[in-house]
T-cell receptor, first 110, second 114 residues
Framework: GQQLNQSPQSMFIQEGEDVSMNCTSS?????WLWYKQDPGEGPVLLIA?????ELTSNGRLTAQFGITRKDSFLNISASIPSDVGIYFC??????????FGEGTQLTVNP | DGGITQSPKYLFRKEGQNVTLSCEQN?????MYWYRQDPGQGLRLIYY???????QKGDIAEGYSVSREKKESFPLTVTSAQKNPTAFYLC?????????????FGDGTRLSIL
């Protein structure tokens, strides 16, 4: 089946720093999604990307759909303590199920 | 408020016991999904349903069963055949089954063995 490689697995940063994480796949996807999960809660959708090359922002978050359709990245600018959590990428081809990355655990030190 | 409600938040299972996890949505979504999450891992698909009275196995369906008698409800039963049931279970829904509409998640049920 399809696999997503998400990196890094974990990040420890200082408040105010920028963060970048990415996902790569051996397969082409038509949709890339980025979710954030807080401890003990369900993932919350941050950004959805539907076109190759698309760059979308949501506040301090920016995500891009790679031009090859096999990768995506998420940037967080000027991190704050509430950015702590696990960030998941997910890819989908038309008519198929979502494939999830294994997550990036983000820790922000005040 | 519109959303996905999972209950209970915490559940304990005895050996040989079946337990049922509830998932209800009032988003008028056609498709619903059940995922299992183990520590430090991504989400693995157990079962999904694109429409009422229809459902398909995901990647790890063994030891689980589901039903979809109503559009808003998709309960998951963890049977005694599931030998390692301790995990965080997440329910999701989306507007149309297997379309590119994003899935939205409930807050999960944590299942533990007594």
């Amino acid at each position: 089946g399809q696999q997503l490689n998400q990196s890094p697995q974990s990040m420890f940063i200082q408040e105010g720093e920028d963060v970048s994480m990415n996902c790569t796949s051996s397969s082409i996807f038509n949709t890339w999604l980025w979710y954030k999960q807080d401890p003990g809660e369900g993932p919350v959708l941050l950004i959805a990307l539907y076109k190759a090359g698309e760059l979308t922002s949501n506040g301090r978050l920016t995500a891009q759909f790679g031009i090859t359709r096999k990768d995506s990245f998420l940037n967080i600018s000027a991190s704050i303590p509430s950015d702590v959590g696990i960030y998941f990428c997910a890819g989908q081809t038309s008519g198929s199920r979502l494939t999830f990355g294994e997550g990036t655990q983000l820790t922000v030190n005040p | 408020d519109g959303g996905i409600t999972q209950s209970p938040k915490y559940l304990f299972r005895k050996e040989g016991q079946n337990v049922t996890l509830s998932c209800e949505q009032n988003l008028n979504h056609d498709a619903m999904y059940w995922y299992r999450q183990d520590p430090g891992q991504g989400l693995r698909l157990i079962y999904y349903s694109q429409i009422v009275n229809d459902f398909q196995k995901g990647d790890i369906a063994e030891g689980y069963s589901v039903s979809r008698e109503k559009k808003e409800s998709f309960p998951l039963t963890v049977t005694s055949a599931q030998k390692n049931p301790t995990a965080f279970y997440l329910c999701a829904s989306s507007g149309q089954g297997l379309s590119n509409q994003p899935q939205h998640f409930g807050d999960g049920t944590r299942l533990s063995i007594l």
